[in-house]
């Protein structure tokens, strides 16, 4: 089945504790991205990679970090989480010309 | 860069036509799409114009107007489940990324 998985769904940390969101997709696509979603200010772009070893800012990077070492992975870093990181985030994927296949969703909450 | 406005809410009445309006401001246009998202979900796929027209897909259909920078997306029979957030995305290729730009979205309820 074709699907964009990431872990953990649901996080609940404490600042400054460093942690990672997976997200891996099955399809072979080239693109994948990470967005935030806060209330009233819809979907944000956090990073986007068009190909493994190729990332680039979004419009919020600030205290993110991502890597691109395959193709079908793109974890989302947070090095040193504060409250304001507190967000649903969602990754995915797709190809040039086509639509994107969203993951399930990540509710971190960092307190 | 990319500027893209539609409406925060809509109500309609079940049984009832809505249309969602989305326009935008962009340098290099090279797609729209429109996303339903119910609450605490993923976005899923509803469309993609490329050209200008409208395009239909059972009770949805979406209007594309390069030239105005305007695009609709118009649901007809409107069912209870058709209470989402809608989410217009411009794709824009200068710079060399494909990946789409969100707009904030129009919470659309329907009610008996």
């Known amino acids: 089945e074709a699907q964009v998985t990431q872990n953990p769904r649901y996080l609940i940390t404490v600042t400054g504790k460093k942690l990672t969101v997976t997200c891996s997709q099955n399809?072979?696509?080239?693109?994948m991205s990470w967005y935030r979603q806060d209330p009233g200010l819809g979907l944000r772009q956090i990073y986007y990679?068009?190909?493994?070893?190729?990332?680039d800012k979004g419009d919020v990077p600030e205290g993110y970090k991502v890597s691109r070492k395959e193709k079908r992975n793109f974890p989302l870093i947070l090095e040193s989480p504060s409250p304001n990181q507190t967000s649903l985030y969602f990754c995915?994927?797709?190809?040039?010309?086509?639509?994107?296949?969203f993951g399930p969703g990540t509710r971190l909450l960092v307190l | 860069g990319q500027n893209i406005d539609q409406p925060t809410e809509m109500t309609a009445t079940e049984g009832a036509i809505v249309q969602i309006n989305c326009t935008y401001q962009t340098s290099g246009f090279n797609g729209l799409f429109w996303y339903q998202q119910h609450a605490g979900e993923a976005p899923t796929f509803l469309s993609y114009n490329v050209l200008d027209g409208l395009e239909e897909k059972g009770r949805f259909s979406s209007f594309l107007s390069r030239s105005k920078g305007y695009s609709y997306l118009l649901l007809k029979e409107l069912q209870m489940k058709d209470s989402a957030s809608y989410l217009c995305a411009l794709k824009d290729g200068t710079g060399g990324s494909y990946i789409p730009t969100f707009g904030r979205g129009t919470s659309l309820i329907v009610h008996p």
């Open positions: 399809m072979n696509h080239e693109y």
């Open positions: 990679s068009m190909n493994v070893e190729v990332t």
């Open positions: 995915a994927s797709g190809d040039r010309g086509e639509t994107q296949y």
